[in-house]
Structures are given as C-alpha cells and as structure tokens.
C-alpha cells in the first residue's frame, strides 16, 4: 500500500505554520479570526494474512462528516467540520465560521476485494477494513499423517 502525496511536505509545513510570512499577516489573520484549520490525522497500517488494516485517529468528529472513496485503486478518506459562531450585543455583531477538514489518499494494491471494504468510526477513531481476495489468502499450515 503507497502514501499518495501532491506536495513537498517542506514546503506544505512552511505554508501551514506561516513562519515564511511576516509577523503582520499572522497578525491580521488572527485580528480577523481566521478559524480554518487544516491537520493530517494520524494513521496506523497494519496487514494480516486476510486484510488490510487502517486506523485514523481523528478525535471530534461524527460518522457523517466522513467520506471514504475508491477510484482507480486509489483510497481516500476526507472528512470535514463547519461550524458558525454568532453574538450580538448592543453595540456590536461578531459572526465566526471555523472549518476542520482533512484529506488523505492511498495506492492499494491489487490484491484488496473493493466489494468487502469497511468503514467504522468509534471513539474518536475512524477504522478502514480492506479485505484481501480469497485468491490471496494463503491456507494455514497443515500436518499430513504419513499412513
């Protein structure tokens, strides 16, 4: 299974924490309430002799805000959270919007059944099952009694 990557992550660690930028526009970011917030969740891999394993850990999220697709042999999980934040007081009104959104995309490889694919998110984890063709599956072990 291979990472799908489109960018340096060099250069997409410079342009998230904005440390190239000047001081005056993170300050004005924060001045105007820039609330987009964009994270790469963790993720574990493991494989067993029947499937793929996948584990995203992405605390806050609900089942709905996820969406996992397969094109192409090329698996991608996204999720997304909108918020909107208003107050008004006499002399003034405050709206805010905050977006939580993340994307990531993987090569899976020939030998994954796409009809058995499971999704499953639970406490704060989102589990993907990539169950492996019965062609592929290696039988276990077995002992033949000589007669």
């Known amino acids: 299974m291979t ?35 964009h994270f790469i969740p963790a993720v574990n891999i493991f494989e067993n002799d029947k499937a793929f394993n996948l584990e995203f850990k992405a605390p806050g999220y609900q089942k ?43 090569t899976i490889p020939e030998i994954v059944n796409s009809e058995g694919m499971e999704a499953k998110y639970e406490n704060g984890i989102l589990k993907v099952l990539l169950p492996k063709k019965e062609t592929t599956i290696k039988p276990p072990a077995k002992e033949i009694t000589v007669l």
């Not at 992550?9 to 309430?33: A, C, I, Y």
């Not at 805000?65 to 009104?93: G, H, M, P, Q």
């Open 3 to 37: 990472l799908v990557t489109k960018s340096n992550p060099v250069f997409r660690n410079m342009f998230q924490t904005k440390s190239w930028m000047p001081d005056s526009l993170g300050l004005m970011d924060e001045f105007l309430g820039n609330k987009e917030q």
């Open 64 to 106: 709905e805000n996820f969406k996992v697709t397969l094109d192409n042999e090329v698996l991608t999980v996204s999720a997304e959270i909108s918020n909107e934040e208003s107050v008004t007081e006499k002399n003034y009104s405050r709206k805010e919007f905050v977006l939580n959104s993340f994307k990531r995309s993987f």
